[in-house]
């Protein structure tokens, strides 16, 4: 543990940046997912053959390992911070379809009707009572695709990619050298620690945004 605390101490100005960037990327990743995935939702949530195609397609991303994705990314976006948020926006998809879609079926047909009666459009009606309702749904699938963003970006290091991984990579290339595990520990402690506040963040905006009503 010494030798852990003495490389936070030497390197924090660095340390302190690679986190910059990982939490930068993941909560850039995770709104971008999060704007396609609602609209994906809503889009298909009426018909149940689109509905049922946009979360198998979404699965089946999911199912692809991440240094495959990343790998096939390359040719795309080369290397660097473009491929790493690409694949982190793949992966975060699943879980804001997934409930964006059950959550807009669960929606009460009485409630819409309501809002159609008192002369709301149908755009109207999906923002104003549809998306309201559905939307600590949403903000539980952000929750979890944060969490799962958060390891996988670790992993984009492999194409170069921002934050934390670059750490843990290197340290795991240093093995049998005095800083190889405090470099790769510090890594893998600060994604665990900053996953933690995320979510904790994340929290605090649905306290913010969800009515008690709602909650």
């Not at 298909?44 to 198998?56: E, F, I, S, W």
């Not at 819409?112 to 009666?117: H, L």
């Not at 990579?169 to 005095?178: I, M, Q, T, Y």
């Not at 595990?181 to 900053?194: D, E, K, N, Y």
């Amino acid at each position: 543990m010494g030798g852990l605390w003495d490389y936070v101490v030497a390197h924090y100005p660095q340390l302190l940046f690679d986190s910059y960037q990982h939490v930068s990327a993941v909560v850039q990743s995770v709104l971008i997912a999060t704007v396609i995935g609602v609209a994906i939702g809503v889009l298909t949530y009426r018909n149940d053959t689109a509905a049922n195609l946009a979360t198998a397609t979404s699965s089946v991303i999911l199912t692809v390992p991440a240094f495959a994705l990343l790998g096939l990314l390359i040719p795309v976006f080369g290397l660097g911070v473009l491929p790493s948020v690409a694949a982190l926006v793949l992966y975060s998809l699943l879980p804001i379809v997934r409930n964006t879609i059950v959550g807009l079926n669960a929606v009460d047909p009485a409630l819409t009707d309501a809002a159609r009666g008192i002369g709301l459009s149908r755009l109207d009606t999906l923002r104003r009572v549809e998306l309201r309702l559905v939307w600590p749904s949403i903000l539980s699938a952000m929750r979890v695709s944060t969490q799962m963003a958060m390891g996988v970006l670790a992993i984009a290091a492999y194409v170069k990619g921002p934050g934390l991984g670059n750490l843990i990579f290197a340290g795991l290339a240093r093995v049998g050298s005095p800083t190889a595990v405090p470099m790769a520990l510090t890594g893998t402690l600060l994604i665990v620690i900053l996953a933690l506040l995320l979510d904790a963040a994340l929290v605090l905006v649905g306290r913010l945004t969800i009515s008690k009503g709602i909650r």
